[in-house]
């Protein structure tokens, strides 16, 4: 069976590259690194998700496991997961108030402005 | 003395510290800054009493979250979050303790003009646990969340003064490239949990070297991107001489002296020989199995390092601003300090590569002192003048003679003037380079001379004829002269007995790092 996610995954890392290289405007460049971050926790979920001898694996809950037929998946990787989508979500607000800041004091989005320090 | 048992409060205090200073705020003024002092100096105090703990009995303290014991219940490998300290990273904890604290009572006088100085302490302190936390941490999950608590904290101090261009400019330059770097850190982290289903460091090191496998170089390659865009190594240095420069002095002192050492140099360290270790690749290369190459690693640090310490020695030279004089400054001593580590681990096993890496450690500890002093006292010229421009600087050391003195000290130790202790860690580094390859040890004089230069043309300023505008300025109040005094003095004591320092602290913390079987023996412990 073809694993797509992890194609999906390498996907939307390349992409979210290619937009940080390619693309100016500071908002789109926040874009970038969030679907740089997307691709990541999806693959690291994938990691998680093995199916191993045809049994698709439940969700990590403890409670009552003794009486659980199929396997669990990983609980690490979506420990990480959760952690750092709100890491995300803080970097994420903090370059929406720097770029807020910019377009103040700059009167524009393009980041090939952003270029008065020099030397 | 109990390391163990004290380990918890280097996290506790500041973390408590942190999230309580805006409810502090509401009494006052004077209530904020004497619990940002008091934070800041217990955590100094656990600090001491660790390094203390750790250096007295030359073991490693491990610390598990939630457990008596990091090994799962009837399983024989690690589960839980575990701390692992060593000498090495104890050194660390009290580089930071101390460099922070100092930071923090110079912030009442010099951010006394600011406003929204509850959310500067906070940052301030949050800053601090990260730096702590990465220094402690024994967990590649626990280690990329510290990471990115230093990272945001200090992304918001770059930009704390959000009225002016520069900083705005600065904080998303800095903020951008940061991000990328934590990007690829966390895919490394995650290729390597997809390889061997593990995070501990001492399991994964385990476990690495029974399957040194591709995704495992892949996962190598990127720490070492990531991390070398973190400690400003060139050719990806611009962010930091942009940073830098642009943060309030406090912060750059903290930046400069501690975020790109601990956040970069240190975590590069650990990575290299305490989870892909120099040793595993001896012994397997021994009995021919397959192995991760650390030799060539080794030398791909030296080369970046050779790289780095030419090119931000050399564009100190150039700069007209004090303040991006000395961002670039530290951009070439981190070069030393790569140097030291590239050599440690291409020569590892040998007296040389031990030396070279004590040399690097100490380096790490001096240039922390040298280089928060140096901004600390670039934060005071522009508190009194307004300016940092060196071409309005001139005859400095009429009007404010105590400073200009400090000034000295700190760049004759940057230098490396023997009774000053950047001469030690210097001549470590020398030593053990010319020893593994002249050529090297050449390099290395180059940059020193391009240092010398440097500085030799602020001092030249500082000395020379009085201009109008420096008539009008005094010597600092005394919140923001102790700081500089006490680093001042540090330096100096820290000067008077190099050899016994490095024979005491430095030789033993570098075995200590090279000595990865009681790294992972210390968690995996009787399994």
């Known amino acids: 069976m073809i694993q797509f996610q992890f194609i ?112 | 003395m109990n390391g163990e048992a004290i380990l918890p409060y280097l996290i506790i205090i500041p973390l408590f510290g942190a999230f309580s200073m805006p409810i502090v705020s509401l009494i006052g003024r004077k209530a904020r800054e004497a619990w940002a002092v008091i934070i800041s100096g217990a955590t100094l105090a656990v600090a001491s009493a660790l390094f203390y703990s750790v250096w007295e009995d030359r073991g490693i303290i491990v610390y598990t979250l939630g457990a008596k014991s990091p090994l799962g219940q009837g399983v024989s490998f690690p589960i839980r979050i575990v701390w692992e300290v060593d000498l090495f990273g104890a050194i660390m904890v009290l580089m930071v303790a101390l460099v922070s604290f100092l930071a923090v009572v110079y912030s009442l006088g010099y951010m006394k003009h600011d406003t929204g100085l509850d959310k500067y302490y906070t940052l301030i302190i949050v800053l601090e646990l990260g730096m702590l936390g990465i ?62 289903g593990t995070l501990t460091m001492s399991y994964l090191a385990v476990k690495l070297a029974q399957n040194p496998t591709v995704t495992a170089k892949v996962a190598l390659a990127l720490f070492i991107a990531g991390l070398l865009f973190k400690s400003g190594a060139s050719p990806v240095h611009m962010w930091l001489a942009d940073a830098h420069p642009a943060a309030p002095s406090s912060i750059s002192a903290m930046l400069s002296g501690l975020v790109i050492k601990v956040g970069g140099v240190y975590a590069l360290a650990r990575l290299l ?66 140097l030291g580590l590239g050599i440690g681990l291409a020569a590892y096993g040998s ?140 330096i100096v004591i820290m000067g008077l007995f190099p050899w016994q320092i490095s024979e005491k602290v430095m030789l033993p913390a570098a075995k200590a790092l090279e000595d990865q079987l009681a790294y992972i023996s210390a968690v995996l412990g009787g399994a």
């Open chain 2, 135 to 196: 220094a402690i941490t024994g967990d590649l999950f626990n280690f990329y969340v510290f990471l990115e608590i230093m990272s945001i904290a200090s992304y918001a101090l770059v930009a704390f003064r959000n009225d002016t261009w520069e900083g705005i400019e600065a904080g998303i330059k800095y903020m951008f490239v940061g991000s990328i770097a934590s990007s690829f850190i966390l895919l490394g982290i995650a290729l390597l949990y997809g390889q061997y």
């Open chain 2, 351 to 490: 007296h040389t590569g031990e030396v070279a890496l004590a040399g690097a450690i100490y380096h790490t500890f001096n240039h922390a002192l040298m280089k928060a002093l140096l901004f600390l006292i670039a934060g005071v010229v522009i508190h009194e003048l307004g300016t940092r421009d060196l071409n309005e600087l001139s005859g400095l050391a009429k009007t404010m003679p105590k400073t200009t003195f400090a000034f000295l000290i700190g760049a004759a130790a940057i230098i490396g003037m023997p009774p000053l202790n950047g001469f030690a860690s210097k001549w470590l580094i020398y030593e053990s380079s010319a020893i593994f390859n002249p050529i090297l040890g050449a390099i290395a004089i180059i940059g020193t001379a391009f240092c010398t230069a440097a500085y030799v043309r602020v001092l030249y300023t500082f000395f020379g004829r009085p201009s109008e505008r420096v008539m009008k300025a005094k010597d600092p109040e005394a919140s923001m002269l102790w700081p500089i005094i006490i680093l001042a003095v540090a």
């Open chain 2, 273 to 338: 020989f305490s989870i892909y270790s120099p040793l595993a690749y001896k012994a397997l290369r021994a009995y021919g199995y397959p192995y991760i190459n650390m030799n060539t690693v080794g030398w791909a640090i030296i080369i970046f390092a050779c790289l780095t310490l030419i090119i931000g020695n050399a564009m100190a030279v150039i700069q007209t601003d004090m303040k991006r004089l000395l961002a670039y400054s530290s951009v070439g001593q981190i070069g030393y300090i790569l």
């Open chain 1, 8 to 119: 999906t995954a390498f996907l939307l890392i390349v992409l979210g590259i290619y937009a940080f290289l390619a693309k100016r405007n500071l908002i789109k460049l926040i874009l970038a690194l969030d679907i740089i971050d997307s691709g990541i926790h999806l693959l690291l979920i994938s990691l998680g998700y093995r199916i191993e001898l045809n049994e698709v694996p439940t969700a990590p809950i403890y409670t009552g496991y003794e009486t659980l037929k199929s396997p669990m998946v990983g609980p690490l990787p979506q420990a990480l997961v959760l952690t750092s989508i709100v890491i995300g979500v803080c970097v994420l607000s903090l370059a929406m108030a720097l770029t807020i800041n910019a377009y103040r004091h700059y009167g524009t989005l393009d980041v090939r402005a952003l270029r008065r320090l020099r030397g």
